[in-house]
């Protein structure tokens, strides 16, 4: 079996504005902005609960969640929750915590979740023979007090069905994985038409409470 040897493309805010280009894609994509004051704050303003995260970089490192609190903000990093009185302040934490690094602003998704705890799901799809093969999905639950689901940061590991089934609801199983499948298939075509030499993706998909699928990243390093 030969695995295509895979181009690495590590800039999330590249990989998102190809797949916005996509009007079926972009439906499924969390409104994104790239991080500075203007834009978080406006942000905030629209959505009331953004995430924040490095452009380059995976495995959860540096992710943070802010929400507006009536006219307080709370930053959350890791399970560390502080809360600042002023978007001043709160910008000062945020530049503070970044370390000078490119960032970029998510809208915040509101989860399903299982016993509290949030639950997304990892596609990973690789080139092999020729041939674009779906290799895994699964569910991601989050360890109890974070907002990441990364399994290196004590997620716990599920299958698609298990995750759906019981954070939404044993009819929506077919249905769910099919709609990741389908946006699977779409996005690699989109995104090897525009960067020939992609041979593995994995695909980072949440489920709202509603049971929308937002993608919220796609990586050609998938772990």
């Known amino acids: 079996m030969e695995v295509t040897i895979s181009r690495q493309l590590a800039n999330k805010w590249v990989k998102t504005n190809a797949l916005r280009s996509n009007s079926y894609i972009a439906r499924h994509i ?5 991080l500075n004051a203007a834009n978080l704050r406006r942000m905030i303003a629209v959505h009331g609960m953004v995430v924040i995260k490095p452009v380059r970089g995976g495995g959860g490192i540096g992710v943070m969640k802010i929400e507006k609190l009536g ?3 709370r930053l959350t990093n890791k399970s560390n929750k502080r809360t600042f009185s002023s978007f001043e302040r709160l910008m000062k934490a945020v530049n503070s915590a970044r370390l ?10 509101r989860l ?13 799809y690789v080139k092999e023979n020729g041939i674009w093969t779906y290799r895994s999905m699964v569910g991601r639950l989050a360890r109890r007090g974070l907002f990441v689901t ?4 004590g997620g716990t590991q599920m299958t698609a069905a298990q995750g759906i089934r019981r954070s939404l609801s044993a009819k929506l199983v077919g249905k769910k994985k099919r709609e990741m499948r389908n946006l699977t298939k779409a996005s690699t075509a989109l995104l090897e038409s525009r960067y020939p030499g992609i041979g593995q993706l994995g695909y980072d998909y ?8 937002w993608m919220l990243e796609v990586n050609t390093r998938p772990q």
């Open 206 to 213: 949440a489920i709202d409470r509603k049971g929308h699928i």
């Open 112 to 124: 399903a979740t299982i016993g509290g705890r949030p639950i997304d799901y990892r596609v990973k």
């Open 30 to 34: 969390p409104p994104s902005r790239l």
């Open 71 to 73: 006219s307080s903000y």
């Open 100 to 109: 000078k690094r490119t960032y970029l602003i998510q809208k915040g998704i």
């Open 150 to 153: 990364n399994l290196c940061r």
